[in-house]
């Protein structure tokens, strides 16, 4: 680890790589970068295991570019980063969350995603978490 990279700025790097369509049509590229238990719940509500995952994601990759929004990270235990994040590409949008950890080698695997839709614009959606007075309500 570079000490002059914090370790949610890690996590958010692999995130970004694996948004990449160069990343996403490589089984190989993808396999280094999801946790053997990873576990996603997608957009549509699928749950998608590691290997499911690396047999369906080069054709999921979508023409045009993923564009991340809006990334915040907390690193909430040692080598334990979770991230959010807004997602658009295509004329869809969705809320994201993601679950990274380091493994024994020092590499962030991703341990669990999931996928929400959204409208593509809302007036009371600022694309920021709710404020802690605003959870306690």
Do not use: C, N
Request: hydrophobic share 30%; no cysteine.
């Amino acid at each position: 680890m570079d000490l002059g990279i914090s370790e949610v700025d890690e996590a958010m790097a692999a995130e970004r790589a694996l948004l990449s369509p160069r990343v996403r049509t490589s089984p190989e590229l993808s396999r280094e970068l999801l946790d053997p238990g990873f576990v996603e719940v997608g957009q549509s509500g699928r749950r998608w295991d590691r290997e499911s995952m690396l047999t369906e994601l080069p054709s999921m990759t979508p023409t045009a570019p993923i564009e991340a929004l809006d990334m915040r990270g907390e690193l909430i235990a040692p080598g334990v980063v979770h991230l959010t994040y807004t997602t658009g590409s295509g004329g869809a949008r969705a809320l994201r969350g993601s679950l990274w950890r380091r493994d024994d080698h020092g590499k962030w695997r991703l341990y669990y995603h999931q996928g929400t839709p959204a409208p593509l614009s809302t007036s009371t959606d600022t694309g920021s978490p709710p404020s802690r007075e605003s959870r306690l309500r």
